[in-house]
C-alpha cells in the first residue's frame, strides 16, 4: 500500500521537532492511543500521527508546525468525544503525560488529558466535588462545552466553575485565561467556556469545587405511560433535587420498553428526601404497569452513584460504563443531544414512547437529563453556551451491533428527532459531528446568536484552519 508523501512530510516535520514524542501509524505508542478512544467510529480512523506532548512547550511545537504548513489537529483528552481523530489531521494525545490532578484549597488544577472521574477521586478526600456529567470517562472537552449532571440544576455546568484556563491557540502561543482577561484575551475566555475545541489545545483549568455530601437516589423502572407524569412533576423539584429518566428496553427482558426514572436528591434534610420520594412515588402510581422495579440508596457523587441505565430483569445493576478492550469490536453508535423545555406535555410523551416502540434495536434509548434551575443563572451570551432556558437536556442514543441495522438506526434517530423539533430551543455541541447533512444546522442551533460572534474568532485565531475538524 502506498503511503501519501505528504503524510510523511507531516510527521518527519513533527519528529524533527519533538522525536520519539511522534508515533507513526502501525507504532504501539500509535495503536494504544487509539484503543484508548471510547467513541467506536472514531476509534476506527486512522490520524496521520499521533503525539504524546509532555509538556505545553510540546503543545505549542505541535501547533506551530501544523499552523506553519496547513495541516490539521486535533485533540484526546478524556478520549470520549467522537471528534477526537480524524482521517486527515495529527492527533495530540494528552492523557498520556498531561493528565494530572491537584486540589488547591476549595479549588482544583486539572490538566488536559486527565478524566472527571480523575478529578473527581483527587478531590473526594477533601470533602469536595464537581459538578460533570454522569460518566466518569468524560475529559477537557465535557468540561469545556458544558458538562450537564446531576448537579447541574443546583449548582450549573463544569464550564460554570471554571476559574483558568490555560490554552494553546493554533499558532502555538500560549494564553491564561480568567474574568480577569481583557482585550483580546477576553473574548478567548468567553469563547473557551462552551466552545473550546475550535480555539485551541485547553492544556489545564482551574476549577472552583463544591460540598461533596451524600446523594440519596430513588429509582424506579415502570412503563413508558408514565412519561408525561414524569413531565409534569420533574420541575416543580426544588434545586438540590433531579429528576431524569430513560426511555430504552431491560437488558435481558422482554421486547417492551420500559421507563427509568432516577430522583436524585443531593439535600440531608429527611423532608427534602420525603419530597424527593413523593415525585417518584407519583410517577410511579401514574402507571398501570405492574411489578416496578422500586430502589433507594445513598452514596458519593459520581462513583458511589448507580449508573444511569436501566437496570436487569429482576433488579442486577448495570454494568459501569467502561472503555473496550484493545480490539474488541466496538459496535456503531449515532447519538445527538437536544435542549428541550421549559415544559412538555403528554402529546410529546406520547410520540416518544411510540418512537422508542419502533427502535430498530434493544440498545437504543432516550434519556432525559432533568437540568433547569442553576442551568439558568447565568444569561445565553454571557458565555459561548447557549440553551440554558430548557429544563431538560435530552441525548438521543441509537446503537447497534450489526452493520446491516445501520440505516434503520440513522433513520430511527433523525424521525425521533423530528418528535422532539416542536420542543426543541438548541443542541448540545458535544454531540455535533462533522460530515454530516444536519451538521450545518445542528451547529447554528447550538450556540444560537453566539454563532457569529464565534466564527469571526475563529476566522481571527485559527485563519488556516488548525483546528478545522471542529464543527463550527
Known amino acids: 500500500m502506498s503511503v501519501d508523501p505528504r503524510v510523511d512530510d507531516v510527521t518527519d516535520r513533527l519528529v524533527s521537532v519533538l522525536g520519539e514524542r511522534v508515533h507513526r501509524p502501525g507504532t504501539p505508542g500509535y495503536r494504544a492511543s487509539l484503543d484508548g478512544v471510547f467513541f467506536p467510529d472514531a476509534s476506527r480512523r486512522s490520524p496521520v500521527a499521533v503525539v504524546h506532548p509532555r509538556d505545553v512547550q510540546d503543545v505549542a511545537s505541535v501547533m506551530r508546525t501544523a499552523a506553519h504548513s496547513g495541516d490539521r489537529v486535533t485533540v484526546r483528552g478524556g478520549g470520549l468525544s467522537s471528534n477526537c481523530v480524524d482521517d486527515s489531521a495529527v492527533m495530540i494525545d494528552l492523557s498520556v503525560h498531561m493528565a494530572d490532578v491537584a486540589v488547591r484549597g476549595d479549588r482544583v488544577v486539572v490538566q488536559g488529558g486527565a478524566t472527571v472521574g480523575a478529578a473527581l477521586a483527587a478531590v473526594a478526600p477533601h470533602g469536595r466535588a464537581i459538578p460533570v456529567g454522569i460518566v466518569g470517562l468524560a475529559g477537557m472537552g465535557l468540561i469545556t462545552r458544558g458538562g450537564v449532571g446531576y448537579l447541574t440544576r443546583e449548582v450549573g455546568l463544569a464550564l460554570d466553575q471554571l476559574v483558568e484556563v490555560e490554552l494553546v491557540l493554533p499558532g502555538g502561543r500560549v494564553v491564561r485565561l480568567s474574568q480577569d482577561s481583557v482585550g483580546e484575551d477576553a ?48 420541575p416543580k423539584l426544588p434545586r438540590h433535587t433531579t429528576m431524569g429518566a430513560v426511555l430504552g428496553y431491560v437488558p435481558g427482558g422482554s421486547n417492551e420498553p420500559v ?35 422500586r430502589s433507594e440508596t445513598s452514596g458519593r457523587y459520581l462513583d458511589g452513584l448507580p449508573q444511569f441505565s436501566i437496570p436487569g430483569p429482576h433488579g442486577e445493576e448495570p454494568a459501569p460504563i467502561t472503555l473496550p478492550e484493545p480490539g474488541a469490536d466496538r459496535g456503531w453508535f449515532y447519538g ?28 437504543c434509548r432516550i434519556d432525559f437529563q432533568h437540568t433547569g434551575g442553576a442551568l439558568g443563572d447565568v444569561g445565553d451570551s454571557d ?89 463550527l
Do not use: H
Open 187 to 234: 473574548d478567548l475566555w468567553w469563547a473557551v467556556r462552551g466552545c473550546a475545541p475550535p480555539f485551541g489545545v485547553v492544556t489545564s483549568v482551574v476549577m472552583r469545587t463544591v460540598e461533596q455530601g451524600p446523594v440519596f437516589v430513588d429509582r424506579l423502572v415502570t412503563g413508558t405511560d408514565a412519561l408525561a407524569t414524569y413531565f409534569a412533576e420533574a
Open 336 to 363: 445527538k443531544s437536544v435542549f428541550t423545555g421549559p415544559t412538555l406535555g403528554p402529546v410529546l410523551a406520547d410520540g416518544l414512547v411510540e418512537a422508542i416502540g419502533c427502535a430498530p434495536t434493544k440498545f
Open 259 to 293: 421507563l427509568l426514572v432516577y430522583t436524585a436528591c443531593r439535600s440531608q434534610d429527611p423532608a427534602d428526601i420525603d419530597v424527593a420520594r413523593a415525585a417518584t412515588s407519583r410517577v410511579a402510581e401514574s402507571s398501570t404497569s405492574v411489578g416496578a422495579f
Open 383 to 471: 458565555t459561548a453556551f447557549f440553551g440554558r432556558g430548557g429544563e431538560w437536556n435530552v441525548p438521543l442514543n441509537a446503537i447497534w451491533s450489526d452493520a446491516s441495522d445501520g440505516d434503520a438506526c440513522y433513520e430511527w434517530a433523525r424521525r425521533t428527532l423530528r418528535v422532539l423539533a416542536p420542543e426543541t430551543m438548541g443542541v448540545y455541541s458535544v454531540e455535533v459531528r462533522p460530515g454530516f447533512e444536519e451538521t450545518e444546522r445542528e451547529t447554528a442551533s447550538a450556540f444560537g446568536p453566539n454563532l457569529i460572534r464565534l466564527r469571526e474568532l475563529r476566522r481571527r485565531y485559527d485563519p488556516t484552519g488548525v483546528l478545522a475538524v471542529y464543527p
